[in-house]
């Protein structure tokens, strides 16, 4: 897949509906109603670039305090979603053993691999940081992980909701009406090309979360060392 072909037209795609009043809040965020819950492997960006992703939210935040902003031990990098967040799901009913050991034999001999956050991109929903893996050892491990689950007979759902081909980490989703859109989509357009940092992946984690992977309830299954 060309990243950058792909960034782009969400951001064309993006901007046309922001423009148009068209783009989408979620009133769920906070909500302590929201049961939703699943099982993801994420891995998270570097200290510096975390730091920078949350300068960058700082300057959002002043144009729309209203929006929901990714705290920094929030910001992370979705490899994929084993289970995506559906109500009521408990780790009771599966085993998290399983989980855990089928993971870790299908992350034997995957190396550490870099991915470069550069500009940021948007849906109709949030805004995004670009990532751009340096080689293709991502898009290997993630192909390793489905056709693993897939053929074990866990429960998943992975590609259930669309087959994740991106390295995006998300910053900010749009939980009230905007108050100066075109301000927003102007201060977005000169931080495009804006250089976040490059982060070493050397461990991914596997998490019990809800959907926007708030510290408060996640809780670390595993952690697998990349060697």
């Not at 960034?7 to 068209?22: F, K, N, P, S, V």
């Not at 300057?59 to 209203?66: G, I, V």
């Not at 461990?203 to 979360?209: A, F, G, H, S, T």
Request: hydrophobic letters at 35%.
């Amino acid at each position: 897949m060309d990243l950058n072909a792909h960034y782009t037209q969400l951001w064309d795609t993006a901007r046309q509906r922001i423009e148009a009043g068209e783009y989408e809040v979620d009133p769920l965020i906070g909500a302590p109603a929201d049961t939703r819950r699943g099982l993801t492997l994420v891995a998270r960006p570097s200290t510096e670039t975390k730091e920078r992703m949350q300068a960058v939210l700082q300057e959002l935040k002043q144009l729309e305090p209203e929006q929901y902003a990714y705290p920094i031990a929030d910001l992370h990098l979705t490899l994929l979603s084993i289970i995506s967040c559906y109500p009521d799901f408990k780790l009771s009913t599966v085993s998290v053993e399983e989980y855990v050991c089928l993971t870790q034999e299908t992350f034997k001999n995957i190396h550490p691999f870099t991915v470069n956050f550069t500009g940021v991109t948007a849906s109709a929903s949030c805004v995004m940081a670009q990532g751009f893996p340096a080689d293709a050892t991502l898009e290997q491990l993630r192909n390793q992980l489905r056709r693993a689950f897939k053929s074990s007979g866990l429960q998943q759902t992975i590609d259930s909701r669309y087959t994740i081909q991106t390295a995006h980490a998300t910053l900010l989703r749009f939980r009230k009406p905007l108050r100066h859109p075109q301000k927003l989509l102007n201060t977005l357009e000169h931080l495009r090309d804006y250089f976040f940092g490059a982060s070493r992946i050397h461990e991914v984690e596997l998490v019990y979360n809800d959907w926007y992977q708030r510290q408060q309830h996640v809780q670390v299954l595993a952690k697998f060392p990349l060697t």
